[in-house]
């Protein structure tokens, strides 16, 4: 089964969680199951408040025929 894969640039991130809402709307997942999670962290390393963002993804995504 032919997969996908995705490269994402975590400098543009802006943990919006688009990525998440549409893994959990694409496999219908049950409510409190989310497979494609975005997770967030302070920094404080350049700026106060800095805040780095990571999404983290399965990576298990199969083209489905139309
Ligand atoms: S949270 Fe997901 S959809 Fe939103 S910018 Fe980051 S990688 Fe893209």
């Known amino acids: ?11 543009k ?6 990525c998440s809402i549409a893994c959990k709307a694409a ?7 989310t497979w494609a999670r975005v997770l ?7 700026a106060p408040g800095e805040r780095v963002t990571l999404p983290v993804l399965r990576m298990h995504c199969a083209i489905r025929p139309a």
Do not use: F, W
């Open 1 to 11: 089964m032919t997969r996908l894969g995705m490269v994402i640039d975590l400098k």
């Open 13 to 18: 991130c802006t943990g919006c969680y688009a």
């Open 27 to 33: 496999n219908n997942t049950p409510p409190g199951v």
């Open 40 to 46: 967030k962290k302070e920094t404080g390393e350049d």
